[in-house]
């Protein structure tokens, strides 16, 4: 089946301007996850949506940064007003539990540079 | 605060034995992920604990003791191919992933 995908796959954008990165979970998925990693870095947390509950956000480094899941499916993270420093690979992943049993997939990631 | 420690960078000869561990200082427990990651790629995801014991997938095993804030990802047989990042992260009690840096795994024929 198909597995996490997210577009677009780099995105090259003009310091100020807004973007929009999507991801596509894998059909079933109760929960999305979105992070960011900077070159040589590890995994900075964002945010995390599971099923109808509101989305833990403690991760988003300014409200510059915000996102939305529709319909407990596709989700969109928007970043305001591009700075450089946002420049990194922006990861999606989703997750099933079956049977207290976790697996975990990510999306091949964003790369945004912003100049 | 939350921390996630694993060693930067390791070195093994191929067909050998690695271990990488991973210490952990979180909110709450709820699972410890490992994931492996190629340079220029998403990180992949390689094991689930959340009772405290050896998990065995193959060349790869992965140990928990929660008493001990402590796990570690064994590699048995390295291949070149196993050249690469691994990634230990936790799940605290908000559900939220902790991840450390990675340990930059290098395989020498």
């Known amino acids: 089946g198909a597995g996490v995908s997210q577009s677009p796959s780099n995105k090259v954008t003009e310091k100020g301007k807004d973007v929009e990165l999507r991801c596509d979970p894998i059909?079933?998925?109760?929960?999305l996850y979105w992070y960011r990693q900077s070159l040589g870095q590890g995994l900075e947390f964002l945010i995390y949506?599971?099923?109808?509950?509101?989305?833990?956000k403690s991760g988003l480094p300014s409200d510059r940064f915000s996102a939305e899941r529709t319909g407990g499916s596709v989700s969109t993270l928007t970043i305001q007003r591009t700075q450089q420093e946002d420049s990194a690979v922006y990861l999606c992943a989703s997750s099933s539990s079956r049977g207290g049993r976790e697996t975990q997939y990510f999306g091949p990631g964003t790369r945004l540079l912003v100049l | 605060g939350q921390n996630i420690d694993q060693p930067t960078e390791m070195t093994a000869t191929e067909g050998a034995i690695v271990q990488i561990n991973c210490t952990y200082q979180t909110s709450g427990f709820n699972g410890l992920f490992w994931y492996q990651q190629h340079a220029g790629e998403a990180p992949t995801f390689l094991s689930y604990?959340?009772l405290d014991g050896l998990e065995e997938k193959g060349r790869f095993s992965s140990f928990l003791s929660r008493s001990k804030g402590y796990s570690y990802l064994l590699l048995k047989e390295l291949q070149m191919k196993d050249s690469a990042s691994y990634l230990c992260?936790?799940?605290?009690?908000?559900?939220?992933?902790?991840w450390g840096a990675g340990t930059k795994l290098i395989i020498k024929p």
């Open positions: 949506f599971q099923g109808n509950s509101a989305p833990d």
């Open positions: 992260a936790v799940r605290d009690s908000n559900y939220q992933l902790i």
């Open positions: 604990n959340v």
């Open positions: 059909s079933g998925h109760t929960a």
